[in-house]
């Protein structure tokens, strides 16, 4: 298994540029969750879905979008980029079951954004 | 969700147990107790969690005490690999809203050769 996956790793972007950071998980997980993480500071949820066609939002959406049309994909839109979405994106997924094994989320890589 | 408290860095000498406390003493009896783990510019990594005895697994153990109020994730033979943020979660899970984690500051652990 690959795990969870990002795509891209790096990326700068110019102010009012849009771009799609791409996130798919391989685990057949029913929910998936995005967070970005300021320097310094822990991560805070942006989206997330608890399963495909389903989505709501977290602490801070704003300027953001997204879609989760099958269980694997989870991709986080940025419509016209500010300097304040400079930050690192981390994808996460869980199987959402309670339990002993309770909802463990794992995490991507991570994208790297810059917005100049 | 119930708030949690830790210390905002520690050092530990590489080869030695490191003990990593963190305080949640508004947790609910539903609210399970979690352990994350970030190691420069990765993504968080799960560690280990818990609801109200210790557990163990092969990466560390946690004890939680008695009323729940605290807990402490501790590392048995701490590696300069172990160097890394650890954040302390506590947190019920949803099924309508699955596990949203809240990661606060958390704990800088610095191991030293």
């Known amino acids: 298994n690959a795990g969870v996956t990002q795509t891209p790793k790096f990326r700068i972007l110019k102010i009012g540029q849009s771009m799609t950071l791409q996130c798919t998980q391989d685990m057949n997980h029913n929910y998936m969750y995005w967070y970005r993480q300021d320097p310094g500071m822990g991560l805070k949820l942006i989206y997330y879905s608890v399963g495909a066609g389903i989505t709501d939002k977290g602490e801070v959406p704003n300027g953001y979008n997204v879609s989760r049309s099958t269980t694997e994909d989870f991709p986080l839109r940025l419509e016209l980029a500010a300097p304040s979405q400079t930050s690192v994106y981390f994808c996460a997924s869980s199987s959402g079951t309670s339990g002993r094994h309770t909802d463990t989320q794992y995490f991507g890589p991570g994208t790297r954004l810059t917005v100049l | 969700d119930a708030k949690t408290t830790q210390p905002p860095s520690m050092d530990c000498a590489e080869g030695r147990a490191a003990n990593l406390p963190c305080n949640h003493s508004?947790?609910?009896?539903?609210?399970?107790v979690y352990w994350y783990r970030q190691i420069h510019s990765q993504g968080p990594q799960y560690i280990i969690h818990g609801l109200k005895n210790n557990e163990t697994n092969e990466m560390a153990s946690l004890i939680i005490t008695e009323d729940r109020k605290s807990s402490t994730l501790i590392l048995p033979h701490a590696t300069l690999r172990d160097t890394a943020v650890y954040y302390c979660?506590?947190?019920?899970?949803?099924?309508?809203?699955?596990?949203?984690?809240?990661f606060g500051a958390g704990t800088i652990l610095r191991v030293k050769s």
């Open positions: 979660i506590v947190r019920a899970f949803n099924m309508e809203y699955g596990n949203k984690l809240v």
């Open positions: 508004t947790i609910s009896g539903n609210e399970y």
